[in-house]
């Protein structure tokens, strides 16, 4: 299994501000994953990094509203910026670890609140 | 697209009784299947998955989930649900690493 340490865990934030939300893994990994899950919904994934390379966003997402880094394999950030009361969701850090035939593996987390 | 189609947004059960919770993917490729839980307050945790062999796959917790692909399902039951088991269920599959697809999601509310 993969230990994935997701901070903050919940925040209320201010219309128009932004807020980066740190994932962290126990080991490295190659691919790691960010999801949306808005509230009452399922997950919708936001983007793919990989370490060295720029993340690879999903239809709907873009990097202006969603910058992300991914200085190493086992570290990355999500930045939600200029918030609006729109992106009150939960934000979910993701892994793959397919060697051992679980998928994705998942952090706690982070609820996000915009006033 | 790929799809998965979960009928049921909330199901609602005795403790003790038997539960299922309904799972339709679409895909034209084979796929892994899988069913993610999530606790309140929780990130969601893998509770059991098809990859290929046995179409009948178990949990740890005595969930076990039948893939049917003439059906194109991968239900999931209980035949005695506690009420501990109450959370949110998502069923989800992988097309062989080109998207991975969640499906709405199932809240089950077990009652005492």
């Known amino acids: 299994s993969a230990v994935i340490s997701q901070k903050p865990s919940r925040d209320i934030c201010q219309r128009g501000t932004s807020l980066t939300i740190q994932c962290q893994v126990d080991?490295?990994?190659?691919?790691m994953f960010w999801y949306r899950q808005q509230p009452g919904q399922s997950l919708t994934l936001i983007a793919t990094a990989n370490q060295g390379s720029e993340a690879t966003y999903e239809s709907g997402f873009v990097i202006d509203k969603f910058p992300i880094s991914r200085p190493n394999l086992t570290f990355s950030t999500l930045t939600v910026s200029n918030m609006s009361p729109e992106d009150s969701s939960i934000y979910l850090c993701?892994?793959?670890?397919?060697?051992?035939?679980?998928?994705?593996?998942f952090g706690s987390g982070t609820q996000l609140s915009v006033l | 697209a790929q799809s998965v189609t979960q009928l049921d947004s909330q199901v609602p059960v005795f403790e003790e009784a038997p539960v299922e919770l309904r799972c339709n993917y679409s895909s034209s490729v084979s796929v892994y299947l899988f069913w993610y839980v999530q606790y309140p307050n929780q990130g969601l945790q893998l509770l059991l998955k098809?990859?290929?062999?046995?179409?009948l796959v178990e949990s740890i917790n005595g969930f076990e989930a039948e893939f049917n692909k003439s059906q194109t399902s991968f239900h999931l039951r209980k035949p005695s649900v506690h009420i501990s088991d109450t959370a949110e269920y998502f069923c989800?599959?992988?097309?062989?690493?080109?998207?991975?697809?969640f499906g709405p999601g199932t809240r089950l509310s077990v009652l005492p």
């Open positions: 993701s892994v793959e670890r397919a060697g051992v035939g679980e998928k994705l593996f």
């Open positions: 080991s490295q990994v190659t691919m």
């Open positions: 989800a599959h992988d097309n062989y690493g080109q998207n991975f697809v």
């Open positions: 098809y990859l290929s062999g046995s179409t």
